[in-house]
């Protein structure tokens, strides 16, 4: 079963940037679309971007666009998150997740967290002064 891992993240100033990392051991991530996810306390969990595992499409949600950055690297078996700019409201812990190209496509990624199989422990962000 695929184990996700997270890390990067943290506590920064507002403005600051964090770059978080989701990676897998045992299996190439190159086949399946990764998202990330966040959930702030006493809030729904919240779709932030994703990247389909061709790298060819991305998507984010209106609140981090501009400011956020989802890529992959498949020699480190590796996708980021880079986040410029935070914002206290960004304060959460942040979560990568997983899909199989073949469910869902390898142009193919979304927000919703039911399309998403495989889900990593999570990893605190907090932005404040």
């Known amino acids: 079963q695929l184990q996700l891992v997270e890390s990067g993240g943290g506590l920064v100033q507002p403005g600051g940037s964090l770059r978080l990392s989701c990676t897998a051991s045992k299996f190439s991530l190159d086949y399946y679309a990764i998202g990330w996810f966040r959930q702030a306390p006493g809030k729904e969990r919240e779709g932030v971007s994703c990247?389909?595992?061709?790298?060819?499409?991305?998507n984010y949600a209106d609140s981090v666009k501009g400011r956020f950055t989802v890529s992959r690297d498949n020699a480190e078996n590796t996708v980021y998150l880079q986040m410029n700019g935070l914002k206290p409201e960004d304060t959460a812990v942040y979560y990568c997740a997983a899909v199989m190209a073949i469910v869902i496509g390898t142009e193919a990624c979304g927000l919703w967290g039911g399309d998403f199989s495989s889900w990593g422990q999570g990893t605190q962000v907090t932005v404040s002064s």
């Open positions: 990247i389909s595992s061709s790298g060819g499409t991305t």
